[in-house]
C-alpha cells in the first residue's frame, strides 16, 4: 500500500501532464520554474520518498542511488533554464520509486546491481578528479615557469 501511495507520488511528480506529442511531465518540472522555491518543494517530495523508503528497509546501496538521483536532480535543477528542462526529463522521483519497487521485487539482485552503479560511479569521480588535478598542476607549472626569472 505504500509503496503505491509513493508510486503515485512520483506520477504526479513526473509524469502527470500529457504534452501534444505524447510526452509526460509532472509538477517537479512546473513548480521547478519558481525560483529557488520549486527547486526545494521538489527536493522535500523527493526527500519524502527516500524517508518513506528507508522504512520500507530499503538497502543502504539504494538508497545511496536514490540520494545520487535526488541530489543530480536538485543540482542541475537549480541552474537557470537548463535546470528547468533537465527537471522535465530527469524524472528523479520516477527514478527513486523504480529503484525501490525493483528492491522490494528483489533485494539482493537490486542491492548488486546498485553496488555495481555506485562503484563505477565512484571511480569515475576519481578518474576526473585525478584529471582535473593533473591538468591543473600542469597549468600552474606553466604558469609558474613563464613568470619566473
Not at 511531465?25 to 523508503?53: N, T
Request: aromatic share 6%; proline share 3%; glycine share 8%.
Amino acid at each position: 500500500m505504500q509503496a503505491q501511495r509513493l508510486s503515485t507520488i512520483a506520477h504526479w511528480m513526473d509524469d502527470s501532464i500529457r504534452l501534444p506529442g505524447g510526452y509526460r511531465v509532472g509538477w517537479d518540472g512546473i513548480i521547478g520554474l519558481i525560483p529557488g522555491l520549486g527547486d526545494l518543494a521538489g527536493l522535500a517530495v523527493s526527500a519524502y520518498i527516500m524517508a518513506a523508503s528507508i522504512r520500507m528497509g530499503a538497502s543502504k546501496s539504494v538508497l545511496m542511488r536514490m540520494a545520487l538521483n535526488t541530489g543530480i536532480d536538485a543540482i542541475v535543477g537549480a541552474v537557470p533554464v537548463f535546470g528547468d528542462l533537465f527537471d522535465l526529463a530527469f524524472k528523479a522521483n520516477r527514478r527513486n520509486i523504480q529503484l525501490l519497487q525493483a528492491h522490494l521485487d528483489a533485494p539482493q539482485r537490486t542491492r548488486r546491481v546498485s553496488m555495481a552503479w555506485l562503484s563505477v560511479i565512484a571511480a569515475a569521480v576519481i578518474l576526473i578528479l585525478a584529471t582535473v588535478s593533473i591538468l591543473l598542476v600542469r597549468l600552474l607549472s606553466r604558469a609558474w615557469n613563464s613568470v619566473a626569472w
